[in-house]
């Protein structure tokens, strides 16, 4: 099975606590299966069996202070 991977940039990461809600609502998404994101600058890659659009993520994050946009 292939692997899609989006790349991404979430603004609004402050801290440690930011990235892991991210993770786990970004992870809830059916066939993602890893989020790796940067801290300093919000660059995020999210590879998933499925291919995802921003939009997708914007979504799963909808309600949190973080705005996502193409990398």
Excluded: H, R
């Excluded at 991977?5 to 609004?12: A, H, Q």
């Excluded at 600058?41 to 997708?56: F, P, Q, R, W």
Aim: glycine share 8%; proline share 1%.
């Amino acid at each position: 099975m292939n692997n899609y991977i989006l790349n991404i940039k979430i603004s609004g990461i402050t801290c440690e606590a930011c990235i892991k809600l991210i993770k786990k609502k970004v992870g809830k998404i059916i066939g993602v299966k890893d989020v790796v994101i940067k801290e300093n600058n919000g660059e995020t890659m999210i590879v998933s069996e499925n291919e995802l659009k921003t939009s997708d993520i914007a979504s799963a994050l909808q309600g949190l202070p973080y705005k996502v946009q193409e990398a």
